[in-house]
């Protein structure tokens, strides 16, 4: 099984609403991270997680909350969006070594994403 | 941090013909360097990828290139095909921290 699987595809909310983008990989990938892609640009790194801890927070928002509560499993808890934070919400996942898991050893490979459109 | 320029921002090119995309990066400390393909809609996709140990690699139809002492990367698509037209990226990432940077992208549109 060499896929990342994100849910859900497709996300309208209002910036009131509080929501969540859930990302699963059963490839025994120990770093876990989320992009967020606006259309035509490159994906910009928000969040990686290492072992199940979180090792890179790229000055994110606090209304997006990462989790990972488990080597598989990584979410993305969001309320209080606003417009601008309408993007493709990518996930992916890649083989990692050394005592924190900061050498990464392989690709990353994504997942389709979560079309998301704040209203 | 790391910086990655790309260019061309948008290619054309005739079927058949060679794409060549460039790439530069500023922090002498990155080692691996993917490139990912990306059609309209859909993910990324990991094409082809070099590390700095390595100053070519080549899979088929598509070599990648690194200048470790210019920090500069190119990727080289011969025998262009329809089905090649998408968005590349190149990305460069340090041997520590799991951190993969990604140049602006290039618009590739293979012209039949």
């Known amino acids: 099984d060499t896929e990342v699987t994100q849910t859900p595809k497709h996300l309208v909310m209002g910036m009131t609403n509080k929501k969540s983008l859930k990302c699963e990989q059963h490839m025994g990938h120990r770093a876990m991270y989320w992009y967020k892609q606006k259309a035509k640009k490159p994906p910009e790194l928000m969040f990686v997680y290492s072992y199940e801890k979180l090792s890179i927070n790229e000055s994110v928002p606090s209304r997006f909350s990462p989790e990972c509560p488990n080597s598989s499993l990584l979410n993305l808890h969001l309320h209080a969006l606003q417009p601008e934070d309408s993007a493709l919400y990518l996930c992916?996942?890649?083989?990692?070594?050394?005592?924190?898991?900061?050498?990464?050893?392989?690709?990353?490979?994504f997942g389709e994403g979560s079309r998301l459109t704040v209203l | 941090g790391e910086n990655v320029e790309q260019h061309p921002s948008t290619l054309s090119v005739q079927e058949g013909d060679s794409a060549v995309i460039k790439c530069t990066y500023s922090?002498?400390?990155?080692?691996?360097f993917p490139w990912y393909k990306q059609e309209l809609g859909k993910r990324p996709q990991l094409i082809i990828d070099i590390r700095s140990n390595v100053g070519e690699k080549k899979d088929q139809r598509i070599a990648v290139t690194l200048n470790k002492t210019a920090k500069h990367f190119s990727l080289h698509i011969t025998e262009t095909q329809p089905e090649d037209s998408a968005v590349y990226f190149c990305a460069a990432m340090k041997a520590a921290g799991n951190k993969l940077t990604f140049g602006g992208g290039t618009r590739v549109l293979v012209k039949p």
């Open positions: 922090d002498s400390a990155s080692n691996y």
């Open positions: 992916a996942s890649s083989q990692v070594k050394g005592p924190r898991g900061f050498v990464n050893t392989g690709e990353l490979f």
